[in-house]
Each structure stands twice: as structure tokens, then as C-alpha cells.
């Protein structure tokens, strides 16, 4: 069988050579109902562009590069939504387009640093989707510098105004503590992400407002920040456990670390619901599996990754930054009354 050509579509779909072209080439110039006909005739018969010449054509690669930290090969500790959960949504959202998700694992920061300044000087993508945003994230000035199209998935609190998806932590934090409080708690542990991510800070400066409103002294002594693995939260209940008027509530940033906080009552002796109680915040629901099943203020990932993906595509179009930013709140869900039956 002969390789199915533009001019094989043509007469497959009645229309003319030029107008099948264009519309493969995603042109502005064909509607988008006679772009559908095109492509279902192309899967049909199983055409496939070319896309070496589309770029040399229109100087654009059709990639979008998403920066995302993976495991690296020695790491055996669960830290929650794993970056391919992310990438999934993110591939469902560009679907319908013309471009498709390259995956840039790193396994740091720096390296994460040093990708995005390869990627923008060589134009190896389109467009750059990047997470685990610092306050002042040079990463950010980069591609503002060079006036290239991104997301990032958290936000900053010092670069100027850009494109991004991410939870309401402030809400989140500053609901979850007034609930708590309301319950009869005044000892509120955090249970953080490491200091220098964005979203730590935001966690960290609503808490810290939320005891505030609620009349309850802040501790620094009840703040924990590291890694977000079961045995941070285990470790981090294992200390301030120790302490002379222990919490009696802990608030983690994830599920991972909220099941180490079990295994730390555990080792403990301390009764989820009689001697303290356990929040969790994350995209994952795993926590309704736990024994007891726990209070978890919920985001399914699939949202801020559509989100993404929606967001990139636009920013590549050339939409403002400023019209591409949302902040999504988590649905709570109540496993637990939480307060003390002593």
C-alpha cells in the first residue's frame, strides 16, 4: 500500500488540497468543524504529518516541556502525587491540539534551573510547564526575560505576574485551623513542605494569621519542614510529641506524611480521636483508607492538570499572563468530627 498523502485526504473528505493542508497545519483560516473532518479522515487512513517540515515551516516544535522532580533510583519513599500523575492530565488537555508533552525529569532545583536555560536558548519546546515554585524564583525571570510562554504549577511571591495553577493554601490553611480551633484544639501542630518552596511560606504566613484570629499562640516549636514522606511525618510527630504540652492536632501538607504521622501515635501510644487528631492536604484521597479514615482537604489532581494544559496552550497563543491564573480550593471532606473524647 502506497503512504497516505495530504492528496489522499483530499479526496477522501471532498475538499481542496490547500484547505486539507491548512487545516493539518492548525491554521487560523479553517473552521474548526472542517479541521475535525481533516484529522478523523487522516486517523482514518492513517495518515501522519510530517512534522520535520511543519517546524522548518513555522519555526515552532510543537512541544510543550514539562520540568518535573522524579525519584531518583535510590529514593524508596513515597512523597504523594508522582510527577506522571501530573503529566497524564496535563497530555489529556493538549489532546485536541497539535502538541504533545516532552518530560524533563530532574532531580534537583539547579538542574531544573539549568534545563529550562537550555530549552529557552535553543527553543528545544514551544511552551514550559514547571512546579515546586521558590518566592523568588529565578527560573521565572528567565523565561520572563526571554519572553517565553509558561505555567508553573504553584505560585511565587516576589516575580512579577505570570501564568499559574495551583491549591488556595491560604484558605485551606486558614479554614482548617479555624476549624480545628473550634473544636476545643489550642495546640496546632504544621506539618510542612521544605521552607523554601512558595507554597511552604503561604502554608506558614496563614497559619501563623489563622491562630492569630483564633486567639492561640504560635510555637515555633509545633512547625516541622522537610521532604513530604511518611517518615517526615513520622519523625515529625515523634518529636513534638515529646514535649511538655504536646499538640493535640497536626495539620500535614500531604497523605504521605500523614500516614507517618500515624505510625508515629503509633510508636507513641498516642488514639487518633481521644489524644489527637490528624488533617491532611493533598490530591490524592487515600487517607479514606487509613484506620480511623481522617479529615482531608481534597484536590484531585486531574483539575490543576487540565488546568495546566488549557493554560499553556492559550499562553502559547499569546494571551496575558495575568488572565491565566487560578487558585483552586480543595474540597473538605470530614472523616472525622475531631474533636477530643477524653
Known amino acids: 500500500m502506497q503512504r497516505p498523502t495530504i492528496k489522499t485526504i483530499a479526496q477522501e473528505t471532498g475538499l481542496s488540497i490547500a484547505t486539507v493542508s491548512k487545516a493539518l497545519n492548525d491554521s487560523p483560516q479553517v473552521r474548526p468543524e472542517t479541521r475535525a473532518v481533516v484529522v478523523a479522515a487522516a486517523e482514518r487512513i492513517g495518515y501522519q504529518l510530517n512534522m520535520h517540515g511543519v517546524q522548518l515551516r513555522t519555526g515552532k516544535t510543537y512541544q510543550v516541556a514539562a520540568i518535573m522532580t522524579a525519584p531518583g533510583p535510590k529514593q524508596n519513599e513515597w512523597e504523594g502525587v508522582e510527577y506522571a500523575q501530573l503529566l497524564s492530565g496535563i497530555s489529556w488537555a493538549l489532546e485536541d491540539s497539535p502538541y504533545r508533552v516532552s518530560l524533563y525529569a530532574v532531580r534537583s532545583f539547579e538542574e531544573s534551573l539549568a534545563t529550562i536555560r537550555q530549552i529557552v536558548s535553543l527553543k528545544k519546546a514551544d511552551g514550559i510547564i514547571v512546579s515546586g515554585t521558590r518566592a523568588d524564583d529565578p527560573r521565572v525571570r528567565i523565561m520572563q526575560e526571554a519572553d517565553f510562554p509558561f505555567v508553573t504549577y504553584g505560585t511565587t511571591i516576589h516575580n512579577a505576574p505570570h501564568a499559574f495553577v495551583d491549591a488556595d493554601n491560604e484558605q485551606m490553611i486558614r479554614l482548617c485551623v479555624a476549624r480545628l480551633a473550634e473544636r476545643g484544639h489550642r495546640r496546632i501542630a504544621l506539618v510542612n513542605p521544605i521552607a523554601e518552596l512558595s507554597y511552604a511560606i503561604t502554608r506558614l504566613d496563614a497559619y501563623r494569621r489563622a491562630l492569630e484570629t483564633a486567639g492561640l499562640a504560635y510555637d515555633p516549636a509545633l512547625i516541622a519542614h522537610g521532604h513530604l514522606t511518611p517518615a517526615f511525618g513520622r519523625e515529625s510527630v515523634l518529636a513534638m510529641s515529646e514535649r511538655p504540652d504536646p499538640p493535640t492536632a497536626y495539620i500535614c501538607a500531604n497523605e504521605a506524611s500523614a500516614l507517618g ?82
Open 261 to 342: 504521622a500515624f505510625s508515629g501515635f503509633h510508636a507513641r501510644g498516642i488514639v487518633h480521636g481521644r489524644d489527637a487528631v490528624i488533617n491532611a492536604t493533598d490530591d490524592l484521597n487515600v487517607s479514606q483508607y487509613f484506620a480511623p479514615p481522617i479529615t482531608t482537604y481534597f484536590l484531585p489532581i486531574h483539575e490543576p492538570s487540565a488546568l495546566l494544559g488549557s493554560f499553556i496552550l492559550r499562553r502559547m497563543e499569546g494571551e496575558p499572563p495575568e488572565a491565566l491564573q487560578a487558585l483552586i480550593m480543595p474540597k473538605l471532606i470530614e472523616r472525622s468530627d475531631d474533636r477530643l473524647a477524653r
